[in-house]
Nanobody, 124 residues
Framework: QVQLQESGPGQVKPSQTLSLTCTVS??????????WSWVRQPPEKGLEWMAT???????YYNPSLKSRTSISKDTSKNQFSLQLSSVTPEDTAVYYC????????????????WGQGTQITVSS
């Protein structure tokens, strides 16, 4: 069974870059047709898809975040990562890594596996 685990700094100061890593086990991030996403949930708000990277390296971004978002993968470590630059308090949220299903890398409608989430607070 696929398992995902996020790691992050917990707190970031405004204007800094947030870096997150998701470690995947029980499956390969290079498995045929697989894709891997970052999703976040601000307090008292719904889920917001951020970005997806596919098994073969294609990337997709939410247009509202594209200018300051970068997703990448490290095949040797079976990990994928997210960088979010110029953060503000509005970026405070629980950040999840997840696997989209139904071959939908852009604004995925459904995910079959989720990490437990990591709380990120942006404050000075």
């Amino acid at each position: 069974q696929v398992q995902l685990q996020e790691s992050g700094p917990g707190q970031v100061k405004p204007s800094q870059t947030l870096s997150l890593t998701c470690t995947v086990s029980g499956g390969s991030i290079t498995a045929s047709n697989s894709a891997w996403s970052w999703v976040r949930q601000p307090p008292e708000k719904g889920l917001e898809w951020m970005a997806t990277i596919t098994y073969n390296g294609f990337t997709y971004y939410n247009p509202s975040l594209k200018s300051r978002t970068s997703i990448s993968k490290d095949t040797s470590k079976n990990q994928f990562s997210l960088q979010l630059s110029s953060v503000t308090p509005e970026d405070t949220a629980v950040y999840y890594c997840a696997r989209p299903v139904n071959r939908s890398p852009y604004f995925p409608a459904k995910y079959d596996y989720w990490g437990q989430g990591t709380q990120i607070t942006v404050s000075s």
